[in-house]
């Protein structure tokens, strides 16, 4: 076996990093627009689910949207903005 052959056979694919998208709570926006524009961002999300994000948010002041690879994170907060909404992003650790 040559040398080449052993260093692709020990090549393991590391995970992209993923990425927390949260939501904060602010005191502009109805709560029905808040579930519709997370509905509208993140297509895997079930209205229960957004309905849910929504109220966490509302109570504790901040909320878990999805945890994602990070292009896909600052593509979800940055529409969320542009419906108006409060959003950030962090590694998740």
């Known amino acids: 076996m040559s040398v080449e052959t ?3 056979r020990s090549t393991v694919r590391k995970l992209a990093p993923r ?5 904060h709570n602010d005191d502009f ?3 029905e627009h808040v579930v519709k524009a997370l509905l509208t961002t ?8 957004a309905v849910s ?10 909320a878990l949207v ?3 690879a990070q292009e896909h994170a600052e593509f ?4 969320l903005k542009n419906h108006g909404l409060t959003c950030t992003i962090e590694p998740d650790e």
Request: charged share 15%.
């Open 29 to 31: 926006n109805p709560m």
């Open 19 to 23: 990425y927390r998208v949260l939501l």
């Open 6 to 8: 052993i260093e692709k």
């Open 66 to 68: 999805i945890t994602c």
């Open 76 to 79: 979800y907060c940055e529409t």
């Open 53 to 62: 994000i929504m109220m966490e948010a509302h109570n504790s002041g901040i």
């Open 42 to 49: 993140v297509a895997s999300l079930t209205q229960p689910q």
